[in-house]
């Protein structure tokens, strides 16, 4: 039954690969409009940068509006929603004419990148079995990269413009979301208990953990209905706001969430990637070297997100996300240090050197926090919380990547490139730690069986060997 369930993830995919083509887009198109006018005040540094960053900012009242539309419609209605506005987007896109234009082009494409963490993470995640999830989510943000690189060949190539045709394409492609069933756990929260079962049912067959899964799916949520309907007739209903923000299983996995995030802004992997050409062509003083490493270091990065994606089969989610950044960090600090002795002029600058540096930093970073941050949080948010935990998740995350990506060339242009890569290094050093000390275990396991160890106060490095002794107690019992 995983063709069903990869049918449904194939069409989040495509949408991923489209927000790729989205990310990549400035990348070249900057450039290339600069170089046709013969200025670089055709597209002056101020507006590079709000080209580069305006997606997240135009993503936050999608933040709040997609999930209410995910609550009141199911998942498949808004994704349809966005699929159609995608092509619209993009129609924009492709007949601009002016910075303007352009930017207004990458506004509307504030609902592609809002829904990131608001619709495409809630479908990924309700509409896979915990055996299949952890690929689906690695995949994902495999995809996503894959875009951004396609959109910068496609740019170095040929004109910009056609990246557009790509994501039409795309979206058109999306809209196989008409022939989905609604999600499983949306039917369970709404008490449409046979609906649910069929949808189950369709996606994840009738084997005996799907059926398992599917009964702990409706007695949770037929428990919570009860004592919801309790605490509204009672009038308690602000006391039971309170309640929930208080409660370890809404701000816990929250705040991991969060952390989790930050490591991967601030390691500046992906501002390296937003502003990959600027940044090469620094070390390298040549424009034409720039572009060649640009797509040669995004394909590595790809290359190095497929081996995470392999890595993820086998390792558990704590162990490869905490490897992969120590290793990122070290080579972080490295670069630091090498362009810092270059700036004393104690070394000579070899450009071989810096551009291998760089590179073993994008693979270390690509084979974790890239292809797990999503995974992470897609899994520790608990169902009953999605509602009010992920718009506040991707509010904090939107803005912090914008802003990143916003005061990253005043970070190069006032620190200088050594004084960046120390910036992060530091930055990524304290998230990886509060990571290492509090972030639990999540592969293989159920989302009820994840959140039911948020409701126990318990040390957090326990997660592991709790909820393994559960399921070992439970085969038994079934035994």
Request: charge should be positive; charged fraction near 15%; aromatic fraction near 14%.
């Amino acid at each position: 039954m995983s063709m069903f369930q990869l049918f449904v993830v194939g069409g989040v995919w495509t949408i991923y690969f489209v927000l790729g083509l989205c990310y990549g887009a400035p990348n070249v198109f900057i450039p290339q409009i600069r170089r046709d006018a013969n200025s670089t005040e055709a597209v002056s540094e101020d507006m590079a940068t709000w080209l580069t960053s305006i997606h997240g900012y135009s993503a936050l009242p999608w933040i709040l509006i997609l999930p209410i539309l995910t609550q009141l419609f199911g998942r498949k209605v808004p994704f349809i929603i966005l699929c159609v506005n995608t092509l619209i987007g993009y129609v924009v896109f492709y007949f601009s004419t002016s910075t303007i234009v352009l930017l207004i082009s990458e506004i509307m494409q504030g609902m592609l990148v809002g829904s990131n963490m608001t619709l495409l993470i809630v479908i990924v995640t309700e509409y896979s079995s915990p055996r299949y999830r952890g690929i689906f989510m690695t995949v994902k943000s495999t995809i996503f990269f894959c875009g951004v690189w396609i959109a910068k060949a496609t740019g170095t190539f040929s004109h910009w413009k056609n990246i557009a045709i790509l994501a039409f394409i795309c979206s058109i492609f999306s809209l196989t979301a008409f022939l989905w069933p609604e999600s499983p756990s949306w039917l369970a929260m709404n008490g449409r208990y046979e609906e649910c079962a069929a949808s189950h049912h369709w996606l994840k067959g009738y084997d005996k953990d799907s059926e398992n899964e599917l009964e702990n799916l409706i007695n949770s949520q037929k428990e919570y209905l009860t004592r919801s309907k309790r605490k509204e007739a009672s009038g308690r209903r602000l006391k039971h706001i309170l309640e929930t923000v208080r409660t370890k299983a809404f701000y816990k996995p929250l705040l991991l969430s969060m952390t989790v995030m930050s490591l991967y802004n601030f390691s500046g992997k992906f501002v390296c990637s937003m502003y990959s050409i600027e940044l090469i062509k620094r070390i390298t003083n040549s424009e034409s070297t720039a572009y060649t490493g640009m797509l040669i270091l995004e394909a590595v990065t790809i290359f190095s997100m497929l081996i995470g994606c392999l890595l993820s089969k086998y390792l558990k989610r704590r162990t490869l996300l905490l490897s992969s950044s120590s290793i990122g960090i070290m080579f972080l600090f490295l670069i630091s240090l090498y362009l810092y002795l270059i700036n004393l002029c104690l070394i000579a600058e070899n450009k071989i050197i810096s551009l291998l540096l760089l590179t073993l930093f994008s693979m270390t970073f690509s084979c974790g926090p890239m292809i797990l941050a999503c995974s992470v949080y897609g899994e520790l948010t608990p169902l009953r919380y999605r509602s009010s935990s992920l718009p506040t998740l991707a509010i904090f995350s939107e803005i912090l990547m914008a802003s990143v990506l916003k005061i990253s060339p005043y970070i190069f242009k006032m620190f200088g490139l050594h004084g960046a890569f120390l910036f992060y290094g530091l930055s990524a050093s304290i998230f990886a730690f509060l990571l290492f000390k509090y972030l639990p275990e999540s592969k293989d396991k159920t989302l009820l069986e994840i959140e039911s160890y948020f409701k126990e106060y318990k040390e957090v490095g326990e997660i592991s060997k709790d909820l393994m002794e559960d399921k070992e107690k439970t085969l038994r019992c079934k035994n």
